[in-house]
């Protein structure tokens, strides 16, 4: 069976013949695609030199003899391995992931616990976090699964999952280092550092803010945070946002429909936060109104119909919380988090406004 | 587990837990166990780790809120519906060795681990509670439907006796075994062949072989293998193949291709699944496909987007200047000027009279086209190559494209497809057979591609011949061959056919009238090997019983197949075997010495060492790479059922011909190299084209390109024949080029109130009797509505979707319900060929199922009359399901009324049919067929009339040209035409 890239993506996508010309489908689909950032400068010249195994792994067979020593200022490390499995924590249920959460010291989660997590409440995909409605797929899918195919790949099922945004990563990483041509390495990096940018810190740092305020996944929140934020501190920031920060629709105006704000309110992109079921069952406890059962929307539009005023007060306070979580994260990249905080207070602001009337 | 940490520590040491999940990940690999498992509970496409396969856990979902564990043995087979061979794997309970379902085998190269919906209905056939489970023997007269159970020892005697006697009195040409779609590589011919016996019979003349000739014309090899999944542009005709045989590996392929931005163009007259999802359909006249691949291959050469540096080196433009054009000067220019002239006349306002599609959306697809490049991935099979006079010719211009783009085994492009297919050399390789089979190669069809097969009934009512035992396997004639009624009445004429052995899982519609009803495996329950082309590598397949590997992998020997099979079901492998010692049990025949073994000889050959022979010897890489796991090859085969030898095979021709196979060399007028060194061995006995030695006896080894001796192509001239020397010398000179043949069911060939019939064209849910008994796939599809235009169903009077129509055909007609539907082009209607089964009444020992209406079958003056007598309905039996059949209707058997349309050429028989449709008249019902078969016996005639015989045109007096392709090819010595032969002079 061919072996691709890192974790769960490898059963995924069990690249075929896709992969085995990476580096000369790469360098057309480049050309034709012009996704993302990915798409600055050719990925390699694998062709010439015939290293088609810095990224088509799908054979098994990485080939590291040979290669020159990286430039890269870090020697060649498992920070890789470390980002890959804790990428895969977040999509293999507990009876799988059991030997990884060990090698990473971290308890392990009841079945219950972590799917709470990753499949009711949190989600961990970009297209969630990065697109204007806030759901699975569509722009924010489409986006990540064109710099797959830029690099000559064919997207896995859930591309935007983060544990293949971190396993893909992770590949692009190692290719780089092991890459036998000054132009490869650099184009590979050149490709890790985009998707970092553009798909990765544009949103993660914001889900895995979320994801730690539940218990049981707090500690491998924290881990995963620290893991990426010491990716992002060593690479250069980027010179303009994501691009789906640039395209995203505007804040909310005070002048926002009763269903507008729903939709707005659910999608982080929108609204600048993450507002989870958990999120809602802790404000209705705080201000006093009860909490239907059913998807988040429902469940708002009932606390707003029971007390509009608290209601949209506790919103507004809970974009402001947000706002400083952003702000907490902000070293690496500031046009980032910089633009977090500016929809987070936007919102919070338009909800001040909302609250008064 | 791991333990339970309450935190992490606040500053983590990345770098060194970075270092211990890679020793954690490293120390489990090391253990050949999966550190990353497949996320199969929440992605799709993941799969059981396979060092799981040995106690895989599931969760009893009906047992829910309890946790029921189920621990089962994955088990990997192939199965045995279409012809893809894709991967299975079974799920055998561990507890009652019972096989639970199937699912897809990841470790399969070729489906990737994934299926269609008859994969998984595999459990549906297994279970089947209709199924035949004992050998049976007929009780009363031919087709009056009483059995009585026999034994194999009482069925192997008898039969081995009927076919020792036939050998032995040197009347080999009495025996045939006459298979469906094979689903093995060369077992059969192989047994076929240590008989001594040129009885191979084929359902390929009614099914492929029109695809076929158009491609082996072209390359000498017989049939595409188009690199989808890379292509940039995908060109289909019709949709029967992504609908049909390879729907499953090559529908995923060509998703991935359009993920990556191919353009899929699709000419079917019927909307069919894949032209719903292609970015051009083209819904043309039945027929003018050729017209349309003309037109867009005069673009490609006008607009100067042919590949000519490609067509400089690869095609015989030298040989056609000298044969056809000797007055130019003999240069490549003259070659192009004349290319651009032969196709001047296949304008887009031609293409579009012809096909009725608008010149404008021809000019743009073939802009498309023009546009790919080498990146060109072309398919045509059935349907146009399989259903029009001269319909080869869709096929050879379809490649024509290909050729003209250079996109011949290219990445993206079209290979040959024996590039990527590999049928390992097997322990016993028997000589060539001594005797021709003029029932199945005539000497009106020299250059057929295979057996004239629904020829057999007119042939043996012709006196040419008869038969002493005629065995079908997994096949049903009756029901799939055009004029099925005249097909009936030679099986029930005892002096045409001596006995008749039906080896088969399910009744069918020809097992009513066999002598003996032997029951034999379904995918989970017999051997084979397998390899086709579905991407550009070379893959081999087993199948395997299923039961007999996981009771092996328990430490338990299995020697027999129906120790495990249920009741006495069996595989063909052994019983051949079996067969074969019972023919020659002492081998003075020299018949046993091929079923033996060799480890032990004058032992009996079982199929481990059979398997294991040719998995250690033949298939190279695997018996390393099952040593690498601390396996035999035989062992690895079974654990995982696939092995993938090469990837990335490339253009195989263009390869250099080495050194030590160029001795005593001698070169063609046109760059053909023979050498005098023998064809050295290969593992890989694939069947292509044999291009024939020159005077002296020196194999042709390769073809010169300027001044290097590259391998070629299996053709005569060594590459790809643009001009077809064959074809010009065996009595069809203006077809020696890629052309256009109007069909006979072009307009100008029917009369105005008549109606083209499709008649041919699948449904991604079935496959034809194959499928038969599963009630998944009943449930899915089970009938055959006749698909007609808003606009024609005006016309005549149908006011709804139900109406009954009567379909006329030239020899009956078929009452059938419409279809009013947009999705088939005005003036033509379209009937899928899964349905309309049927059983007899009064056959009581067959159960009808939920596919198959009870019929009355009589005869009269007019003919025959077939008349519902009742529908499927509910019925009691081991399976409750069958008290929830909750459909009645299922289909008509169209197929009766069809007269036989052999091709003159390609020996295809042509399925359109120029019909009459009316509204049903009073009286009829629906599934009624009614059929002359002696107006069939006159339209047989008047096709015969058309064929261009050997005798006559024959170039050097045999009777085919010995480097086309055939199955089971016989020995050279049978190739020059007997003078005896009635045929031989037969009139131009």
Redesign the interface.
């Known amino acids: 069976?061919s072996r691709s890239i890192?974790?769960?993506v490898?059963?995924?996508?069990?690249p075929?013949?896709?992969t085995?010309?990476l580096m000369?489908?790469a360098s057309e689909?480049r050309a034709?695609s012009g996704q993302g950032a990915v798409s600055g400068e050719p990925l390699a010249d694998a062709e010439a030199d015939g290293s088609h195994r810095m990224v088509a792994a799908d054979d098994g067979e990485r080939d590291d003899g040979g290669a020159i020593a990286s430039c890269d200022e870090r020697a060649p490390?498992?920070?890789?391995?470390?980002l890959?499995?804790l990428g895969?924590l977040s999509?293999?249920?507990p009876a799988?992931?059991?030997?990884?959460?060990?090698?990473?010291?971290?308890?392990?989660w009841s079945p219950a616990e972590h799917t709470r997590l990753f499949?009711l409440e949190l989600p961990p995909y970009a297209s969630i976090h990065l697109g204007p409605e806030g759901k699975l797929g569509g722009e924010g899918a489409d986006r990540v699964?064109g710099v797959w195919?830029a690099l000559g790949l064919?997207?896995?099922?859930?591309a935007d999952h983060l544990a293949s945004l971190l396993a893909l990563y992770a590949h692009l990483g190692e290719a780089s280092q092991s890459a036998a041509t000054d132009t490869a390495r650099r184009r590979l990096a050149h490709a890790a550092r985009a998707l970092l940018w553009e798909h990765l810190w544009s949103w993660a740092p914001g889900y895995l803010a979320a994801a730690a305020t539940y218990p049981a996944a707090a500690?491998w929140a924290?881990?995963t945070a620290?893991?990426l934020a010491?990716e992002a501190l060593g690479t250069a920031p980027p010179e303009d946002l994501p691009a789906a920060l640039r395209q995203a629709p505007g804040a909310i105006g005070p002048e926002v429909t009763v269903d507008d704000l729903l939709d707005a309110l659910v999608a982080p992109l929108r609204a600048g936060f993450v507002l989870t079921h958990s999120d809602l069952v802790r404000a209705g406890r705080e201000i006093g109104v009860g909490v239907r059962r059913g998807e988040r929307r429902f469940a708002l539009r009932a606390m707003l119909e029971q007390d509009p005023s608290s209601s949209v007060a506790w919103l507004a306070r809970h974009a402001r919380r947000w706002a400083g979580l952003h702000r907490s994260h902000g070293a690496p990249a500031p046009t980032i988090s910089d633009w977090w905080v500016r929809r987070a207070t936007g919102t919070a602001r338009t909800l001040d406004t909302l609250s008064r009337h | 587990?791991?333990?339970?940490?309450?935190?992490?520590e606040p500053?983590?040491d990345?770098?060194a837990?970075?270092?211990?999940?890679?020793?954690?990940?490293a120390a489990?690999e090391a253990r050949g166990e999966t550190?990353?498992?497949?996320?199969?509970?929440?992605?799709?496409?993941?799969?059981p780790p396979?060092e799981r396969w040995d106690d895989w856990v599931e969760l009893d979902s009906r047992a829910w809120p309890e946790r029921v564990e189920h621990h089962a043995m994955l088990v990997p087979t192939t199965c045995f519906n279409c012809e893809s061979a894709c991967g299975l794997l079974a799920y055998v309970d561990r507890d009652t060795l019972q096989v639970r379902k199937f699912e897809g085998n990841?470790?399969h190269?070729g489906s990737?681990?994934r299926n269609c919906a008859k994969g998984p209905s595999t459990i549906n056939q297994v279970t089947d509670p209709d199924r035949i489970l004992y050998p049976l023997k007929r009780a009363g007269a031919r087709g009056e439907g009483r059995w009585e159970r026999a034994s194999w020892d009482e069925a192997l005697d008898a039969i081995a006796d009927r076919l020792r006697r036939a050998i032995v009195e040197g009347r080999q040409n009495e025996i045939m075994i006459h298979i469906g779609r094979p689903g093995e590589d060369g077992f059969t011919e192989r047994v076929l062949a240590s008989w001594g016996v040129d009885g191979h019979n084929s359902h390929t003349n009614v099914c492929s072989s029109g695809g076929r000739t158009g491609f082996q014309f072209w390359s000498g090899m017989d049939r595409p293998s188009p690199?989808h999944?890379?292509a940039k542009v995908i060109y289909l005709i019709s949709s029967h193949l992504e609908t049909g045989h390879y729907f499953n590996p090559h529908a995923q392929r060509i998703t991935?291709a359009r993920?990556?931005?191919a353009k899929v163009i699709v000419l079917d007259t019927r909307l069919s699944n894949t032209a719903t999802h292609a970015d051009f359909w083209l819904s043309p006249q039945p027929g003018s496909e050729a017209a349309i691949n003309l037109a867009i291959a005069r673009h490609i050469i006008t607009t100067g987007r042919a590949n000519w540096s490609f067509i400089y080196d690869w095609w015989n433009w030298e040989e056609y200047l000298a044969a056809c054009r000797p007055e130019l000067p003999p240069t490549f220019d003259s070659f192009r000027q004349a290319l651009g002239e032969l196709y001047d006349e296949y304008s887009f306002d031609f293409a579009a009279a012809e096909s009725g599609v608008d010149a404008a959306t021809i000019a743009e697809v073939a802009e498309v086209v023009a546009g790919a490049g080498t990146r060109f991935s072309g398919h045509s099979w059935r349907s146009a190559a399989a259903s029009n006079l001269g319909g080869w010719q869709v096929s050879r211009t379809v490649f024509f494209l290909a050729a003209l783009l250079g996109a011949v085994a290219t990445?993206g492009g079209t290979f040959p497809n024996a590039y990527n297919k590999f049928v390992p050399r097997p322990i016993h390789l028997p000589p060539h057979p001594k005797v021709w089979q003029e029932l199945s190669w005539p000497l009106e069809f020299p250059l057929a591609q295979n057996e004239m097969s629904f020829l057999l009934p007119h042939f043996l009512k012709d006196g040419r011949g008869r038969l002493d035992t005629y065995f079908t396997r997994v096949y049903n004639p009756v029901w799939t061959n055009p004029d099925g009624l005249s097909w009936m009445e030679v099986l029930t004429d005892t002096d045409k056919v001596g006995c008749y052995v039906a080896l088969t899982p399910t009744w069918n519609e020809s097992a009513y009238f066999a002598d003996w009803v032997l029951p034999m495996g379904h995918a989970s329950e017999r051997h084979d090997t397998h390899s086709y082309e579905q991407?550009?590598?070379q893959w081999v397949g087993f199948r395997q019983p299923v039961l007999r590997a996981a009771r092996e992998r328990r430490g338990e020997q299995v020697t027999d197949t129906r120790q495990v099979n249920p009741g006495e079901v069996w595989e063909e492998n052994e019983f051949y075997i079996e067969l074969s010692w019972r023919i020659d049990p002492d081998g003075s025949l020299g018949i046993r010495q091929y079923h033996e073994s060799r480890a032990h000889p004058g032992q009996k050959l079982s199929v481990d060492e059979y398997y294991g022979w040719m998995f250690e010897h033949s298939v190279p890489g695997l018996p390393e790479k099952a040593a690498a796991e601390g396996l035999t090859a035989l062992e690895y085969m079974r654990r995982y059922g696939a092995f993938e030898i090469t990837?990335?095979q490339g253009q195989l021709f263009h390869q250099p011909v080495p050194a030590d196979e160029l001795v005593d060399t001698a070169v063609g007028p046109f760059g053909r190299v023979y050498s005098a060194t023998p064809k050295p061995d290969s593992p890989n006995v694939v069947p292509m084209g044999a291009p024939t030695p020159d005077d002296q006896g020196r194999r042709a080894v390769g073809v010169l390109v300027g001044d290097e001796v590259r391998r070629g192509f299996p053709t005569p001239s060594g590459r790809l024949e643009f001009y077809s020397s064959t074809l010009a010398s065996w009595g069809w000179p203006e077809h020696a080029l890629p052309g256009y043949i109007r069909s006979h069911v072009h307009p100008a060939n029917m009369a105005p109130d008549q109606m083209v019939l499709l008649s041919t064209f699948r449904l991604p849910t079935q496959i034809h009797t194959r499928s038969a008994n599963s009630k998944w796939l009943d449930e899915l599809s089970h009938t055959n509505p006749v698909w007609i235009h808003p606009s024609d169903a005006e016309r005549l009077g149908v006011a709804r979707t139900g109406d009954l129509l009567r379909v006329t055909t030239d020899i009956g007609y078929f009452v059938a319900k419409a279809w009013i539907t947009e999705g088939i082009r005005p003036g033509v209607v379209a009937c899928s060929h899964h349905m309309g089964r049927w059983k007899l009444v009064g056959h009581d020992q067959v159960s009808s199922g939920g596919m198959m209406a009870t019929v009355t079958l009589g005869h009269s003056d007019e003919g025959w009359a077939m008349h519902t007598l009742e529908q499927v309905r509910p019925y009691q039996s081991t399976d409750p399901d069958t008290q929830r059949i909750w459909w009645s209707d299922t289909g008509v058997h169209q197929n009766l009324t069809f007269p036989v349309h052999p091709d003159p050429i390609s020996g295809m028989h042509c399925w359109h049919q120029a019909v009459r449709v009316t509204r049903a008249q009073p009286g009829d019902t629906h599934g009624d067929v009614a059929v002359d078969t002696e107006r069939a016996r006159e339209v047989y005639a008047k096709w015969m009339e058309a064929t261009r015989p050997a005798g006559t045109y024959s170039p050097d007096a045999t009777r085919r040209p010995t480097w086309l392709m055939r199955p089971l090819k016989p020995s050279p010595e049978t190739f020059p035409i007997p003078t005896s032969s009635p045929i031989r002079t037969a009139s131009r």
């Open positions: 069976m890192g974790a769960p490898a059963t995924a996508s069990t075929e013949p896709g085995a010309s000369r489908a689909e034709a490390d498992h920070r890789w391995e470390l890959r499995a895969s999509i293999l249920p799988e992931h059991g030997p990884i959460a060990e090698a990473l010291g971290l308890a392990a499949v699964a195919r064919d997207p896995p099922t859930g500690p924290a881990l620290s893991a010491d | 587990m791991a333990k339970r940490h309450d935190t992490v500053t983590p990345l770098g837990l970075g270092k211990r999940v890679s020793a954690a990940r489990t550190f990353y498992q497949g996320a199969s509970k929440t992605i799709l496409g993941a799969f396979k990841p470790e190269p990737r681990g690199d999944a890379h991935e993920a990556n931005g990445e991407y550009d590598g990837r990335g």
